[in-house]
């Protein structure tokens, strides 16, 4: 149980353009996701958290306007990473928690976001 | 903020040795988590500890949640090639609302077992 998809894997893209990455909680409902960036060998930096239906919360020094955050349902919150640039490069890491309680929250495999 | 201090930063061992690492913090925590987490995957979680003092096993792995709360260790006991990963820690804390706060990571373990 507790499988978390994120789609895709891997994206390579010039820059300017617009990229969405998408987190699925399968077999459960995510009241609250998460969003996080990984440079390499470095842990995991949260960028914001979205509870279903309400405004995403933004980490100090993560500009809103750049990575919009949707998270619609209880199965599905979206990343989309506007007029990316070189720069914003970088592996991004969903999570999903059930419940407002102590559960641990559950990671998707990551998108490898590449841009020219 | 919160920090957490995890160490060794690396451990390079001999297949069938045990394996030792752990996470202080300067704060309380109500809950422990620990990650491996494997080349261009995310974390997948091994074991999660609510209770100081709590001892938890699953398989070879071994966990416990310290009794101050500001600190946990993690132990693989005769480890094996596919243990090769980064092994993190995560602790989080009630938010002054009482609600769950956001994990805070420490910055890895990389574990590299040779056979």
């Known amino acids: 149980g507790a499988v978390v998809s994120q789609h895709p894997s891997r994206v390579i893209c010039k820059s300017g353009t617009s990229v969405k990455i998408e987190c699925r909680s399968l077999d459960f409902q995510a009241t609250t996701m998460f969003w996080y960036r990984q440079f390499p060998k470095q842990s995991l930096m949260l960028m914001a958290t979205s509870n279903e239906g309400s405004k995403a919360t933004y980490e100090q020094g993560v500009e809103k306007d750049k990575f919009l955050i949707n998270h619609a349902s209880l199965t599905l919150s979206t990343l989309t990473v506007t007029s990316a640039h070189p720069e914003d490069s970088s592996f991004y890491i969903c999570?999903?928690?059930?419940?407002?309680?102590?559960?641990?929250?559950?990671f998707g495999d990551g998108t490898r976001l590449s841009i020219l | 903020g919160q920090q957490l201090n995890q160490s060794p930063q690396s451990m390079f061992i001999q297949e069938g040795e045990d394996v030792s690492m752990n996470c202080t913090s300067s704060?309380?925590?109500?809950?422990w988590l620990w990650y491996k987490q494997d080349p261009g995957e995310g974390p997948v979680l091994l074991i999660a500890?609510?209770?100081?003092?709590e001892l938890t096993s699953n398989g070879r792995l071994t966990a416990q949640f310290g009794t101050t709360r500001k600190d946990s260790f993690l132990n693989i006991s005769a480890s094996i090639p596919s243990d090769v990963g980064i092994y993190f820690c995560a602790g989080q804390a009630r938010d002054y609302g009482g609600s769950q706060g956001n994990l805070i990571f420490g910055k890895g373990t990389k574990l590299s077992v040779k056979p």
């Open positions: 704060s309380i925590f109500n809950t």
């Open positions: 500890l609510y209770k100081a003092g």
């Open positions: 999570s999903a928690r059930q419940g407002w309680g102590n559960q641990p929250q559950h």
